[in-house]
């Protein structure tokens, strides 16, 4: 039996546990990320348990009538545990509609997660969506590079990085986003956008998820830095070093301008094809 409640604020340490053991969960449903901007969405989300363990968590907001699930996100819907199938996943939907419908609300706006970001395959909830009949009224599209596998610049990419580079072009790390993000204002003017995080959004979530690294003491080796640093002076091009790179490794890679650096100056192999990946939802 599963029963459905309201989100409070005491559930946060909970619900971020279930998003990061969670099949489809990711950075954006945790609640540090999803409360940066609670003051512009009236929140409604909600909390699924069987017997007092979350199971799932629904991201979700209210405008009048209607829930959105979410409507400051690029996507969520039900964020599942490894438990759940779709016997499982019917049930909680069915709960999930009785317990809006008692407090007055006549639709529901759902985005599902792109299969390509979950961590095991959970789509159990398109069906359930199929059974209690939703219509598709829009479809996005999500680009996207696989990390793990060796990425392929295009001809057009390799060309406006070398017009970069000879026009003296430097990237730098930086702690503060103010000069990206007035860059940024500057470039959408031209197409009569803005940004859709505010600086003091950007600084806040800086602060939130990429911590100030750790000041190194000499003699202390960091094995992920040291092994990525042999692996970079061994690749003789950018497809073969990242390519070695394990997850950690690549973390190291970004967390050092130095190495960062080095792996820019790397040439790229020629003769390969682009990889990459497109999902529409």
Same mark, same amino acid.
Not at 36 to 41: I, K, L, P, V
Not at 53 to 68: G, H, L
Not at 125 to 154: E, K, M, N, W
């Given at each position: 039996?599963?029963?459905?409640?309201?989100?409070?604020?005491?559930?946060?340490?909970?619900?971020?546990?279930?998003?990061?053991?969670?099949?489809?969960?990711?950075?954006?449903?945790?609640?540090?990320?999803?409360?940066?901007?609670?003051?512009?969405?009236?929140?409604?989300?909600?909390?699924?348990?069987?017997?007092?363990?979350?199971?799932?968590?629904?991201?979700?907001?209210?405008?009048?009538?209607?829930?959105?699930?979410?409507?400051?996100?690029?996507?969520?819907g039900l964020i599942s545990g490894q438990a759940l199938r779709a016997e499982a996943t019917l049930a909680i939907f069915g709960s999930i509609r009785d317990f809006y419908r008692e407090t007055d609300v006549? +639709?529901?706006?759902?985005?599902?997660?792109?299969?390509?970001?979950? +961590?095991?395959?959970?789509?159990?909830?398109?069906?359930?969506?199929?059974?209690?009949?939703?219509?598709?009224?829009?479809?996005?599209?999500?680009?996207?590079?696989?990390?793990?596998?060796?990425?392929?610049?295009?001809?057009?990419?390799?060309?406006?990085?070398?017009?970069?580079?000879?026009?003296?072009?430097?990237?730098?790390?930086?702690?503060?986003? =103010?000069?990206?993000?007035?860059?940024?204002?500057?470039?959408?003017?031209?197409?009569?956008?803005?940004?859709?995080?505010?600086?003091?959004?950007?600084?806040?979530?800086?602060?939130?998820?990429?911590?100030?690294?750790?000041e190194r003491r000499r003699g202390d080796i960091d094995q992920s830095r040291a092994t990525a640093s042999a692996k970079l002076a061994e690749a003789l091009s950018i497809e073969e070093a990242v390519a070695?790179?394990?997850?950690?490794?690549?973390?190291?890679?970004?967390?050092?301008?130095?190495?960062?650096?080095?792996?820019?100056?790397?040439?790229?192999? =020629?003769?390969?094809?682009?990889?990459?990946?497109?999902?529409?939802?």
């Amino acid at each position: 039996m599963f029963t459905v409640r309201r989100y409070e604020p005491s559930d946060a340490a909970a619900w971020d546990a279930l998003v990061m053991r969670s099949r489809n969960g990711n950075l954006l449903h945790r609640r540090g990320y999803m409360d940066y901007h609670a003051h512009r969405f009236t929140d409604a989300s909600l909390v699924i348990e069987r017997d007092g363990d979350i199971v799932a968590v629904f991201p979700a907001n209210r405008q009048q009538d209607t829930i959105a699930s979410h409507g400051g996100l690029t996507y969520a819907g039900l964020i599942s545990g490894q438990a759940l199938r779709a016997e499982a996943t019917l049930a909680i939907f069915g709960s999930i509609r009785d317990f809006y419908r008692e407090t007055d609300v006549t +639709a529901l706006h759902y985005k599902a997660v792109p299969h390509v970001f979950h +961590a095991y395959p959970a789509e159990e909830d398109l069906y359930a969506l199929h059974r209690f009949g939703a219509r598709l009224v829009r479809r996005d599209l999500s680009s996207v590079i696989p990390l793990r596998q060796a990425h392929a610049l295009t001809q057009g990419r390799k060309a406006a990085g070398n017009k970069a580079r000879n026009a003296g072009v430097v990237r730098q790390e930086g702690n503060d986003p =103010a000069e990206f993000h007035a860059l940024l204002v500057d470039v959408l003017q031209r197409h009569e956008v803005t940004p859709t995080h505010s600086l003091p959004e950007l600084r806040l979530l800086h602060a939130r998820f990429l911590p100030a690294p750790v000041e190194r003491r000499r003699g202390d080796i960091d094995q992920s830095r040291a092994t990525a640093s042999a692996k970079l002076a061994e690749a003789l091009s950018i497809e073969e070093a990242v390519a070695w790179l394990k997850p950690g490794e690549r973390v190291a890679v970004l967390l050092d301008r130095s190495l960062l650096d080095w792996l820019a100056t790397l040439p790229v192999a =020629a003769g390969e094809a682009t990889s990459g990946a497109e999902t529409a939802r």
